[in-house]
């Protein structure tokens, strides 16, 4: 049962043409994130929501919106993307109450040419 | 600003042997996790540790969680080719569950 669905799982873009990288969780959770993680480095917080309410990281590029039109769902946009926007992104859910580990989806590779 | 280390950065261990790795972190928290992620995969949670002198145990792999000198170790017993993974921890600077900072991750190789 998968709680934590990304697509599409691969994605191939141009260089400056817009993507859209989308996440829904079947957990009911309050938290959304999205993470970027390249090769052997640990995941970087992009962003995440707290219910609607939007937490931006501070190096986080302008590049990169999110939009969460419900609980379910969370998107993650590439503006312009650039060779160095190459990498997993990962989006992930979390509780605010118990435990509140992340739950993570099986995250989409990007390539941009 | 909330910074974690671990070490070794890079084990590399024979089957059958125990091993641990640290992680460390710079300000207070009483909550830390650990994942385990293989190559070209996402993270899968192992442990969840939520107070001070928290051990929680899985197969091969203890954890445990010292919030005053702020340092959670990974124990593995007896080690397996199966292990072979790279180990994060990640810290949450705040008990909403919004707010978590991952350590540079342990990249373990198990070998026969």
Redesign the interface.
Do not use: I, M
């Given at each position: 049962d998968a709680m934590v669905i990304q697509n599409p799982r691969y994605q191939v873009t141009q260089f400056g043409k817009p993507v859209t990288l989308s996440c829904s969780q079947t957990l009911n959770h309050n938290v959304m994130y999205w993470y970027q993680q390249k090769s052997s480095q640990a995941p970087k917080l992009l962003f995440h929501y707290y219910d609607k309410d939007f937490n931006n990281e501070a190096d986080t590029p302008d590049n990169f919106q999110s939009r969460r039109p419900n609980t379910s769902f969370c998107f993650l946009d590439i503006r312009s993307p650039g060779l160095g926007d190459a990498a997993m992104y990962l989006c992930a859910t979390s509780g605010t109450e118990g435990l509140q580990t992340q739950y993570f989806g099986p995250g989409t590779r990007l390539l941009v040419l | 600003e909330l910074k974690v280390e671990q070490n070794p950065l890079f084990l590399s261990m024979q089957e059958g042997k125990n091993y641990t790795i640290y992680c460390n972190y710079s300000t207070t928290s009483d909550?830390l996790?650990w994942?385990r992620q293989d190559p070209g995969?996402?993270?899968?949670?192992l442990f969840?540790l939520?107070s001070n002198g928290a051990v929680k145990q899985e197969g091969r792999l203890m954890a445990s969680l010292d919030t005053k000198a702020r340092l959670s170790t990974l124990h593995i017993t007896a080690a397996v080719h199966d292990l072979s993974a790279t180990y994060?921890c990640?810290v949450?600077l705040d008990?909403?569950?919004?707010?978590?900072?991952?350590?540079?991750?342990t990249?373990l190789s198990v070998l026969p």
């Open positions: - | 909550r996790y994942y995969k996402s993270l899968e949670s969840v939520l994060f990640a949450e008990n909403y569950g919004q707010n978590f900072v991952f350590g540079p991750g990249r």
